[in-house]
T-cell receptor, first 112, second 111 residues
Framework: DAKTTQPPSMDCAEGRAANLPCNHS???????VYWYRQIHSQGPQYIIH???NNETNEMASLIITEDRKSSTLILPHATLRDTAVYYC?????????????FGTGTKLQVIP | SQTIHQWPATLVQPVGSPLSLECTVE??????LYWYRQAAGRGLQLLFY??????ISSEVPQNLSASRPQDRQFILSSKKLLLSDSGFYLC??????????FGSGTRLTVV
């Protein structure tokens, strides 16, 4: 019952920008979009999150459409170390327990 | 700073044996803690969550149980492991900003 859908896999040439899409058409007004990545056999790592404005940090940029029904994670200059599974989830930033389901994510393969 | 520790990193156990995986958090108090399982080629499945000492909620009926004996300790257990319990188990903590921090995981192989 994941609230997000992502393509199962993508390839990206090393040095190029990697654009990973995520659909979250049922997102509520108070839910944020979070992105994580999981490198093989490690715990998922937080990348970035946003509500409606575009966000940028040292790792990536997050572009959220005006209707908030989809978003794109951008890795501006992909390296081989960016090869990982990328998860997009939606959740509120406050309040008590929330059931958050991680889908199968997008497996990004950065090619030399 | 807040950190989360999980051990062991890998574990091979025979069918029918007991299991105990431990997770501890440092640098915060009264955290919301979670156990996830990731089977091969699949997403993260939420198993248990806890909002405080002694408070455990199960998301999926299964052969596992969880306990929270201390504020910053979360334990995943089984009395008798099944082959289907094999997987990658992750402990996570939800911070005040709503994000998750995950432990390094335990890869369990039941043989």
């Amino acid at each position: 019952d994941a609230k997000t859908t992502q393509p199962p896999s993508m390839d990206c040439a090393e040095g190029r920008a990697a654009n990973l899409p995520c659909n979250h058409s049922t997102i509520s007004g108070n839910e944020y979009v979070y992105w994580y990545r999981q490198i093989h056999s490690q715990g998922p790592q937080y990348i970035i999150h946003g509500l409606k404005n575009n966000e940028t940090n040292e790792m990536a940029s997050l572009i959220i459409t005006e209707d908030r029904k989809s978003s794109t994670l951008i890795l501006p200059h992909a390296t081989l170390r960016d090869t990982a599974v990328y998860y997009c989830i939606v959740r509120r930033n406050s309040g008590g327990y929330q059931k958050v389901t991680f889908g199968t994510g997008t497996k990004l393969q950065v090619i030399p | 700073s807040q950190t989360i520790h999980q051990w062991p990193a890998t574990l091979v156990q025979p069918v029918g044996s007991p299991l105990s995986l431990e997770c501890t958090v440092e640098g915060t108090s009264n955290p919301n803690l979670y156990w996830y399982r990731q089977a091969a080629g699949r997403g993260l499945q939420l198993l248990f969550y806890s909002v405080g000492i002694g408070q455990i909620s199960s998301e999926v009926p299964q052969n596992l149980s969880a306990s929270r004996p201390q504020d910053r300790q979360f334990i995943l257990s089984s009395k008798k492991l099944l082959l289907s319990d094999s997987g990658f188990y992750l402990c996570a903590w939800r911070d005040s900003g709503g994000g998750y921090t995950f432990g390094s995981g335990t890869r369990l192989t039941v043989v």
